[in-house]
């Protein structure tokens, strides 16, 4: 099993951790057995990673989440299942993949400022068709057509009657 598994009885003592969650926590079974968690964790019952097993106990039904923990700096999709005696949690750590996710978001937003501000009229195309997928403020203003108008053309419509057969030679 590559997931991490956590028991807590009724009083929110831990009952039960396998090596994955061990590994998650980067704290040894022996450690926690029989410890509340927050006498492990300080003011979780404030977190909503918490705040669902609460949710998942009283309820007494499945609850999933997915929300950073602080405390250890990790992203954590859980799948709570609760019984009269506790609950069980199976525990993803996601914090590569999250983190994977706000790098391509950082990236995305940092290209778009670029293409976005650049001072030079720029579009994106899609080849072979050579359709505008979007374009800058620089060529809606050198070029007078507004943006929903480019994304109507092609490159082939920007250049003049004595350019285009240059153009149908590449």
Known sequence: MTDGFIAFDKDWRFTMLNEQSEQMLGMKASDLLGKIIWDVF?????HPLFKADIDAMQSQKHVEIEEYFEPLGRW????IYPSPDGITII???RTEVRNAEIRQANSERKYKLLFR???LPMWMVMWPTTKILDVNEAAIKRYGYTREVFLTMGTIDL????ERPA???Y
């Open 42 to 46: 300080p003011g979780v019952q404030t």
């Open 76 to 79: 954590f999709f859980k799948s």
């Open 91 to 93: 525990l993803k750590d």
């Open 117 to 119: 501000n650049n001072p």
């Open 159 to 162: 250049l003049t009657p004595s």
């Open 167 to 169: 153009l149908k030679m």
